[in-house]
T-cell receptor
Framework: GQQVMQIPQYQHVQEGEDFTTYCNSS?????IQWYKQRPGGHPVFLIQ?????EVKKQKRLTFQFGEAKKNSSLHITATQTTDVGTYFC???????????FGKGTHLIIQP | NAGVTQTPKFQVLKTGQSMTLQCAQD?????MSWYRQDPGMGLRLIHY???????DQGEVPNGYNVSRSTTEDFPLRLLSAAPSQTSVYFC??????????????FGPGTRLTVT
């Protein structure tokens, strides 16, 4: 079935450094969603990208959808301790009307 | 609105026992789903429903049953618990009938241990 691969699995950064996580699919995605999960919490929706080459920004977060709609990235500028958590991408799959998640990137910030 | 609620928050079962994880939403969402989360495995879809009376299997449905008799409720039943079902279970709902087209609202999760 449809799978989305996400890298890296873990990322350690110093506070203030930038962070990027990448999501890749072997097939074209109709859209891609991004979620954040704080330690001990539940996933929270961040954004959905639909158009080829789309770029969206939310304060220090920049989301991109590739031209071929097979990859996406999330970039955080100047990380803060509040950015700690796991970031997941998700795309169609896991069933006719399902949503399949990548394994996530754990962001660990060292003060 | 309470959003998506799940009960219980924690549960310990013995192998072979059965139980039902409850999920309810008060947002009149058509789409509801169940995920399990295991370390290093991300979120895996168990079952989902696009409306009352309609359910379908996700990636890892074995050992679990669901039903959707109302729009609000989507319980997950473990028929005969096994240690491999030790996990954190999340219920989610979405306004859209197609999960990939809309924001998923997740419940707080149920942490299940099977001994």
């Amino acid at each position: 079935g449809q799978q989305v691969m996400q890298i890296p699995q873990y990322q350690h950064v110093q506070e203030g450094e930038d962070f990027t996580t990448y999501c890749n699919s072997s097939t074209t995605l109709s859209n891609i969603q991004w979620y954040k999960q704080r330690p001990g919490g539940h996933p929270v929706f961040l954004i959905q990208l639909v158009k080829s080459g789309e770029v969206k920004k939310q304060k220090r977060l920049t989301f991109q959808f590739g031209e071929a709609k097979k990859n996406s990235s999330l970039h955080i500028t100047a990380t803060q301790t509040t950015d700690v958590g796991t970031y997941f991408c998700a795309g169609p799959g896991g069933g006719a009307d399902g949503l399949t998640f990548g394994k996530g990137t754990h962001l660990i910030i060292q003060p | 609105n309470a959003g998506v609620t799940q009960t219980p928050k924690f549960q310990v079962l013995k192998t072979g026992q059965s139980m039902t994880l409850q999920c309810a939403q008060d947002m009149n969402h058509e789409y509801m789903s169940w995920y399990r989360q295991d370390p290093g495995m991300g979120l895996r879809l168990i079952h989902y429903s696009v409306g009352a009376g309609i359910t379908d299997q996700g990636e890892v449905p074995n050992g679990y049953n669901v039903s959707r008799s109302t729009t609000e409720d989507f319980p997950l039943r473990l028929l005969s618990a096994a240690p491999s079902q030790t996990s954190v279970y999340f219920c989610a709902s979405s306004y859209s009938s197609f999960a990939a087209e809309g924001e998923q609202y997740f419940g707080p999760g149920t942490r299940l241990t099977v001994t």
